[in-house]
């Protein structure tokens, strides 16, 4: 499970990105991100360390356009 | 004009069915245009799924087709038929909205790349279709354009996000339209408004000119009023696209030819246990009707396998992940200059990218990887996965719960994770008249094979030939 965040970590976490939320924006947001949160902990719990990312970057996608 | 064609019975043929009438000349490709554009004129104040319609510029090509008949310069199935494109797709001196207030006079200075390949197959373009914002979050009630309603019901919403390709044809408005699909953008709609929709393998149709919402989810892809059609138009859109770096460089089968081929012996996996019942579950009247589409099926010679809908659930949770941190990546700059720009519950569901981390969306990238190869192992055993297209039918516009959409299964996600080529195919109605969708998904570039599923099952009921009154 991951911590359950709080108006205030919100806030705090929306001046880092740059973002000026008003407090109904807010309380809007939260139900969503904790369980974006939430999500992201159980799919923590599906990988091995050996897991590689899907995305993969190839050396001569520059040369497609 | 034949005498034997009414307008309305015009405006609804198939693509196929035109095609054919137009080489027979029982009708022309201006007659073809002038009925749809008369039913859009007449109805579609109702649906609103119409944002620009270019009638005038439809006019003019529909005379070209029909010169270009005149001396026999035939380009194929879809030479003269009248379509329409969801406002994301760009196109050259035409308005490209994405339903938002951010592009709401944007006119881009090239086609995208599926859009040319419509007009070098000789369709006519009719106009930009409605859709949810930026193809997110929900019908956008705030945005410079008003929702597009569903036409088996307008109290009810069309789904989403290509709402327009879907209300648009199943109200008879065009022939075929394309939609893009990041979650089940064209796979839902398709069902709701009892048409067919097909999401190709990822890499399959170009995305270049197509606003992204998602890069590693995106598709692009056909919606029509049958199986053929789809079969037609994906045709033309599917190829290698140097333009787009996620396309791949694969071999397009005759997807026209292989319909006929039946589905004796063909093994279909239904992945029910722990996925059916995801919190509140299926809707009882979707699965009933879901089960007797599984009859179906097996009485056309399908064999049924039950499998494991264990890592199907935990799809969703990946999906909804990564689509959330590149819209917000994607959106970063405009929003932080303009947020009031974006419509209420696009800017909710965009901003929740804002609040994860790089670690988070590297954690469901790698959760990817494994539940693609969990989900992908089952094609040891089957060829194929059907499962409902939606948890339940279209809610009413006045009941809709925006957290509905974390409460049921979503059927639709695991083939945007993964990759797989899936269709829906009406499969029934509620007892309020409302269709419900099936949906087959198939290996990665074995459109085939779900489209030559989902025509068997469409040719054996009758669920295809029933229309909305309007």
């Known amino acids: ?65 | 004009m034949s005498t034997v064609v009414k307008s309305n019975e015009l405006c609804y043929l198939t693509i196929a069915e035109a095609s054919a009438g137009l080489r027979r000349k029982d009708y022309s490709p201006v007659d073809l245009t002038e009925a749809c554009l008369k039913r859009i004129a007449a109805l579609d104040g109702k649906l609103h799924s119409f944002i620009t319609i270019t009638a005038e510029r439809a006019r003019t090509r529909a005379r070209q087709a029909e010169q270009e008949f005149a001396s026999r310069k035939e380009r194929g199935p879809l030479h003269g038929i009248p379509i329409a494109l969801k406002d994301l797709y760009m196109t050259k001196g035409i308005r490209t909205t994405c339903h938002s207030a951010v592009l709401e006079n944007w006119v881009p200075d090239y086609d995208a790349t599926a859009v040319l390949k419509l007009e070098e197959a000789g369709t006519i373009l009719l106009g930009k279709l409605g859709m949810h914002e930026f193809a997110f979050g929900g019908p956008s009630v705030d945005a410079p354009f008003p929702a597009v309603r569903n036409p088996w019901n307008p109290a009810h919403i069309p789904g989403g996000s290509s709402s327009g390709s879907g209300a648009a044809l199943a109200a008879g408005f065009c022939y075929g339209a394309l939609g893009s699909d990041t979650g089940g953008s064209i796979r839902t709609p398709s069902a709701h408004c009892g048409i067919v929709g097909i999401k190709p393998t990822y890499g399959r149709v170009s995305r270049y000119g197509v606003v992204p919402l998602s890069w590693s989810l995106d598709h692009a892809g056909p919606m029509a009023r049958s199986v053929e059609d789809c079969a037609l138009l994906l045709q033309a859109i599917a190829g290698y696209d140097a333009k787009d770096g996620a396309s791949a460089n694969v071999e397009v089968p005759d997807f026209q030819a292989e319909l006929r081929g039946g589905v004796k012996g063909l093994r279909v996996g239904v992945p029910r246990a722990g996925w059916f019942d995801e919190n509140l579950g299926v809707d009882a009247t979707t699965e009933t009707i879901f089960n007797q589409a599984l009859e179906v099926l097996k009485n056309l010679g399908a064999l049924i396998v039950e499998l494991d809908g264990k890592p199907f659930s935990t799809a969703r949770k990946a999906n909804q992940t990564i689509l959330v941190c590149e819209a917000y990546a994607y959106h970063e700059k405009t929003y932080q200059e303009t947020p009031m720009k974006f419509g209420s519950t696009v800017r909710r569901r965009i901003l929740e990218g804002a609040f994860l981390s790089a670690a988070d969306y590297l954690t469901a990238q790698r959760a990817r990887s494994v539940l693609n190869e969990q989900i992908r192992a089952n094609f040891h055993r089957v060829d194929v996965f059907v499962v409902p297209t939606a948890p339940r039918p279209p809610e009413t516009f006045e009941g809709m719960d925006p957290n509905e959409q974390n409460l049921r299964p979503s059927f639709t996600n695991p083939f945007n994770l993964t990759g797989l080529p899936a269709i829906s195919v009406p499969c029934g109605f509620t007892p309020d008249n409302l269709p419900v969708g099936l949906q087959i998904a198939a290996r990665p570039f074995e459109e085939s094979t779900a489209l030559r599923v989902a025509y068997s099952y469409e040719q054996a009921t009758p669920w295809h030939e029933r229309r909305p009154e309007l």
Not at chain 1, 45 to 61: K, N, R, T, Y
């Open chain 1, 1 to 65: 499970m991951a911590k359950e965040l709080t108006i205030e970590d919100l806030r705090f976490m929306a001046d880092r990105a740059g973002l000026t939320l008003s407090d109904d924006d807010l309380q809007r947001l939260l139900p969503g991100v904790n369980r974006s949160r939430q999500q992201v902990a159980a799919l923590r719990a599906i990988i091995a360390p050996a897991d590689e990312p899907a995305g993969v970057f190839i050396a001569s996608d520059g040369d497609r356009k």
